[in-house]
């Protein structure tokens, strides 16, 4: 399990984001202009890679 | 060779609900473990239409395990359709073994519930106590069971063969409000195993799912509990809308109000039984309860 290689995954299917692991869950942190997450079939293609990389959850960190 | 005999077809959900009222009827009177959730609130008007309200009492467990605005609606449902209820304080937070939150959780919850309710369905002379597990209930993960069958609670409903479908199907012929709700299981199915069951996480949770709903999120929702980040599972029809930035700014605020310091939505949605996952005890894939 390793963020680091999601992160890479990710971008490499056009999610830009900077990933961190709590437990088994990799939280994403995304620029603000970053939508491709609200489409999904993005979204499944990104649970697909999440599992793949052993995590058990993914989700999307909203800040202030 | 096959043979000519035509295989018998399952019985559909109507035939089910004569043969439920049938069982009912020789049982003579029950007391119906109740949440007012889609299974208990079906099992409990049916056993008014079949024993009369003389033959039947609905006995809520109150804890804090269980949102206030579910008590609520389960007393509303029981007097809108003639129910008697009696509410009995159950106490399973101060069971260490429960608080502790194993993998098995719910036995000691239930075991709990069953111990306070059976002596007051006994001193009323009712013949049975009865829950509403329902058939589809007996392929999940679900300890509580355990506690149910060592007490000689009997469940009516997975015994006639009610799937989930066929006691909605049913509710919504009875014009029951609870045909369409969303599963409700209790707060403590949003903390990750191992992580000790207090009242104040359980706050946070109620506290954070009733400013979600307030903010007009329908159908399956979940906070899940991971410290002091809330993990938000939505159903997939709402999760697109609420992923958007003003959106998602919306509900984290709502949900870091009421006491969580970071906010994170699930990008896979609502899933049934997810810590379940996450803490082993089932495959991906299989999870299903809570």
């Known amino acids: 399990m390793s963020a680091e290689s999601l992160q890479a995954a990710l971008e490499a299917i056009g999610i830009r984001a900077e990933v961190r692991q709590q437990e088994r869950v990799a939280l994403l942190r995304t620029p603000p202009d970053e939508r491709a997450l609200e489409r999904p079939e993005v979204r499944r293609q990104a649970a697909l890679l999440a599992l793949e990389h052993g995590f058990m959850a993914i989700a999307l960190e909203v800040g202030e | 060779m096959s ?17 439920l009222v049938d069982w009912l009827r020789e049982r003579g009177s029950v007391a119906i473990g109740y949440s007012g959730g889609v299974d208990s609130a079906y099992l409990a008007c049916v056993a008014v239409d079949a024993l009369g309200a003389d033959g039947t009492l609905a006995l809520i467990g109150r804890s804090a395990s269980y949102p206030a605005a579910q008590w609520e609606a389960a007393r509303e449902v029981a007097t809108r359709f003639g129910v008697p209820v009696l509410e009995v304080e159950t106490d399973e937070l101060s069971d260490p073994n429960y608080a502790a939150n194993p993998t098995n959780r719910c036995y000691f919850c239930k075991s709990e519930l069953w111990t306070k309710l059976l002596p007051v369905a006994r001193a009323r002379g009712i013949a049975a106590l009865v829950d509403g597990t329902n058939a589809d209930d007996l ?130 949605g609502f899933r049934s039984g997810a810590l379940n996952v996450l803490g082993g005890v089932v495959a991906e894939g299989s999870a299903t309860a809570a």
């Open chain 2, 139 to 268: 392929a999940d993960w679900r300890p509580g069971a355990r506690a149910a069958s060592e007490q000689g609670i009997l469940s009516p409903l997975a015994l006639l063969g009610f799937t989930k479908a066929d006691i909605r199907e049913r509710s919504r012929a009875r014009g029951l409000p609870t045909w369409d709700q969303p599963s409700s299981p209790c707060l403590a199915s949003r903390l990750p195993y191992g992580t000790p069951v207090t009242i104040a996480r359980l706050h946070h949770v109620e506290r954070a799912e009733a400013a979600l709903r307030a903010l007009g999120i329908a159908g399956d929702l979940r906070v899940r509990h991971h410290g002091d980040l809330a993990r938000v599972e939505l159903a997939s029809d709402e999760l697109g809308k609420w992923l958007a930035p003003a959106a998602a700014r919306q509900l984290a605020r709502a949900v870091r109000d009421a006491g969580f310091a970071r906010v994170a939505i699930d990008l896979r």
């Open chain 2, 3 to 19: 043979t000519d005999a035509p295989a018998a077809s399952p019985a559909t959900a109507e035939e089910k609900e004569r043969r």
